[in-house]
């Protein structure tokens, strides 16, 4: 019988910057996530799993999460509940520049749940440092999300970018579940799915046949 996994949830930048400031959530619906967020540290709580709040932290004069500023402070529904730790970070991953890493290990955690924002950029750059350092990775979809891109390489809306980061995120580097799904293998001692290249590439191409 395999090992229950040893986690902790990394709860990521959920702070005022993307619900009222200059980088507004728009897929999934922030209503959405944040409430799906409060779900997951509250039953990883209840369980016993460790939370970890991590904070983007940019100097004072910065155009987004200014330290200070009312969009730097972390939302109020993360901020009032129980949390094991909190570091403040001033690159997108939640390893870099912090002591996260030695807290993971100090705490003998092997497996990491990722919620919050945003899905393409602090989370996605989280999730392929933990699965660098060897951790096993969760990525809860529905508790994330993301805004749209327009520059010199092109357009995207804020649906195409966090569905195709999660598509790539389930392709090696973390198994990618809703909130249910998660709250499920967390009551189970499941250990979720995590598939590889080679086979989405393959299911991949099988899509395209059976729709030629």
């Not at 870099?96 to 919050?116: E, F, K, P």
């Not at 195709?164 to 579940?177: G, H, I, K, T």
């Amino acid at each position: 019988m395999s090992q229950q996994p040893r986690r902790a949830v990394i709860v990521v930048d959920v702070q005022n910057e993307y619900f009222t400031g200059n980088l507004q959530i728009e897929y999934p619906p922030s209503s959405q996530s944040l409430a799906n967020i409060a779900c997951v540290m509250d039953a990883a709580t209840a369980a016993g799993v460790p939370v970890i709040v991590i904070q983007q932290h940019s100097p004072a004069d910065a155009p987004a999460f200014a330290e200070g500023s009312d969009g730097w402070l972390l939302h109020q529904e993360v901020a009032r509940r129980h949390r094991d730790a909190l570091f403040q970070k001033p690159l997108p991953s939640a390893f870099s520049g912090t002591g996260l890493a030695d807290w993971l290990v100090a705490h003998d955690v092997d497996t990491v749940t990722v919620v919050g924002y945003m899905t393409h950029n602090c989370n996605d750059t989280t999730i392929k440092h933990a699965f660098d350092r060897g951790l096993q990775v969760e990525f809860v979809h529905d508790a994330s999300g993301s805004v749209s891109y327009a520059n010199r390489a092109g357009h995207a809306s804020a649906e195409e970018i966090h569905r195709v980061f999660s598509v790539v995120e389930q392709s090696r580097f973390a198994a990618v579940l809703s909130t249910s799904e998660w709250l499920h293998a967390l009551a189970s001692g499941e250990t979720p799915v995590r598939e590889n290249i080679l086979d989405s590439y393959r299911a991949a191409k099988l899509r395209r046949s059976a729709a030629a």
